[in-house]
């Protein structure tokens, strides 16, 4: 079992910046897909950002292109989203997601962290 922790959500200005944080443990977090997916209000769950268990492929969503890095560190047995230039629109509840031999989607993954809020104010 892979355990997923979310962290660094919070209240932030449109135009500000965050870092998210997804800690794994109780597996071995290289042999995993990432993935950051959130849910706005009223919403369904959405694609983000995912990247490979390697970290040499990165997919983002058109949203956030530009905006948003993914990237992991596998020895530290995490994955981040920096966000910049942050948007009312991106307020949302952010999910971080592994998935092994595939990259996760919204509706499939193998584990799923609880989520952190994020909420932009205009």
């Known amino acids: 079992q892979v355990q997923l922790v979310e962290s660094g959500g919070g209240l932030v200005q449109a135009g500000g910046s965050l870092r998210l944080s997804c800690a794994a443990s109780?597996?071995?977090?290289?042999?995993?897909?990432m993935g950051w997916f959130r849910r706005a209000p009223g919403k369904e769950r959405r694609f983000v950002a995912t990247?490979?268990?390697?970290?040499?492929?990165?997919y983002y969503a058109d949203s956030v292109k530009g905006r948003f890095t993914i990237s992991r560190d596998n020895a530290k047995n995490t994955v981040y989203l920096q966000m910049n230039t942050l948007k009312f629109e991106d307020t949302a509840v952010y999910y971080c997601?592994?998935?092994?031999?595939?990259?996760?989607?919204?509706?499939?993954?193998?584990?799923w962290g609880q989520g952190t809020q994020v909420t932009v104010s205009s």
């Open positions: 997601a592994a998935a092994g031999g595939r990259f996760p989607t919204p509706e499939v993954a193998d584990y």
């Open positions: 109780g597996g071995t977090f290289s042999r995993y897909n």
């Open positions: 990247i490979s268990s390697s970290g040499t492929t990165r």
